[in-house]
């Protein structure tokens, strides 16, 4: 059976991986051109297919049979080859309207759409059918009855944000569709954007204390629909549960922050072979970028070192499945802490100050007082912007066991 998405840049999919995990075939990921896109659709060589951006609306013209749900959306993003008639659905409303209803309740609220592709039909189509109050269709460059993005902040009324952009999306991971200070009554955010796991836009709902979620329940939810589509059987429905907690710990990395010498490096090798994880140490690929050793370029300026870290930080930012040992002074940075924040879980290794060392290379760490000092002024953003703290005051292997436990709490592995 020869199944497979087509779309345009498709690196970022996850779609493989839950296919393959829930379906009895092999799928392929098949970035296509515009023109090669028309000589494939032309070609029809495939049993099913997945379809997604930009081609939910420009497929419709080879499709035989479309449902009343594609139909209504004007989008389709699954189809299946039946004797060379092409039948095709649209998924994405089951995967939007499941997720949605998982985590909020809408009925009578005033919503914000953002965006005018296929996924932004779909939303309102699953809007009108949770029974909103107001549905807010808001577009760059579009007429009536799309607003601008500047006229949407005029709306203090919006309760619920649905971003259906690829804004935010890897590698360009620090983006936003909107400013969610604008909207003081918002209480609701939901981002289509998987990858990556938590989106800028989710991040800042998530420090404001607004409830949000990320697209990617809808990816397993909607490719659990298609699947069902594609070979005719029932799926059981815990496996859309299931399968988003075990993409979610496979795919999220492990960012060790904390004091100098308090362990990090070293833990996170362990770990990494102990987890089957890669392993990035960012002094070392700072030196690597620099050509230089850390003490000498702390010769030249902290912030020259800094600058380099932010470099590093934000190429790490764009992994998945890696553990990541951070110099100490990474918090010192906001842009370092929250591009680390979209793909990974936040681990503070906290050791006691008698236990650090000093001198060494480390440049910051020339004697215990300066120390004790660092560690003062340090320790408030350590709490602040890891997930959890692990105590690294015995031996390495409780402490590896101690996070392996936690880490497994907290993800539902």
């Not at 779909?122 to 607003?147: G, M």
């Amino acid at each position: 059976m020869k199944v497979g998405l087509i779309g345009g840049k498709l690196g970022h999919s996850f779609s493989k991986i839950i296919h393959e995990q829930i379906a009895p075939y092999h799928y392929d990921l098949i970035p296509l051109s515009e023109d090669e896109f028309h000589h494939f659709m032309k070609k029809k060589d495939f049993d099913a297919i997945n379809v997604t951006i930009p081609y939910k609306e420009k497929v419709i013209e080879y499709c035989d049979e479309i449902d009343d749900k594609a139909k209504k959306i004007h989008a389709i993003n699954t189809i299946k080859n039946v004797n060379g008639k092409l039948i095709a659905t649209n998924t994405d409303f089951d995967g939007l309207k499941r997720m949605i209803e998982h985590h909020f309740n809408i009925e009578n609220k005033i919503v914000a759409i953002c965006g005018s592709g296929g996924t932004s039909k779909t939303a309102y189509a699953v809007c009108e059918a949770l029974k909103v109050k107001e549905i807010i269709q808001v577009a760059r460059n579009r007429n009536t009855p799309y607003i601008t993005y500047e006229q949407m902040k005029k709306r203090y009324d919006i309760q619920i944000i649905i971003n259906t952009t690829s804004v935010g999306m890897s590698p360009d991971i620090l983006s936003q569709i909107v400013d969610l200070d604008d909207f003081e009554n918002c209480e609701g955010v939901i981002d289509v954007v998987y990858n990556p796991l938590l989106t800028a836009l989710c991040y800042q709902a998530k420090k404001k204390h607004i409830p949000y979620v990320n697209g990617l329940e809808m990816l397993v939810a909607q490719a659990v629909s298609a699947c069902e589509f594609f070979i005719g059987n029932q799926i059981d429905p815990s496996k859309i549960d299931e399968l988003t907690k075990q993409i979610y710990h496979d795919k999220q990395n492990i960012v060790l922050i904390g004091m100098p010498s308090c362990g990090k490096t070293t833990i996170g090798k362990c770990l990494s072979e102990k987890i089957g994880y890669d392993f990035m140490d960012l002094d070392h690929e700072i030196e690597k970028l620099a050509q230089k050793t850390i003490p000498e370029i702390f010769e030249e300026s902290e912030e020259a070192f800094r600058d380099l870290e932010t470099q590093v930080c934000l190429k790490a930012s764009l992994l998945n499945h890696t553990v990541i040992s951070c110099g100490g002074g990474v918090i010192k940075k906001e842009i370092n802490m929250k591009a680390l924040s979209l793909n990974s879980w936040i681990v503070y290794i906290k050791r006691d100050v008698s236990q650090l060392s000093v001198g060494n290379g480390r440049p910051l760490s020339k004697d215990y007082e300066t120390l004790c000092k660092m560690e003062k002024e340090r320790e408030p953003y350590y709490i602040k912007y890891s997930d959890v703290c692990i105590e690294n005051n015995h031996s390495i292997e409780n402490t590896i066991n101690k996070l392996v436990e936690v880490w497994n709490e907290n993800t539902g592995a």
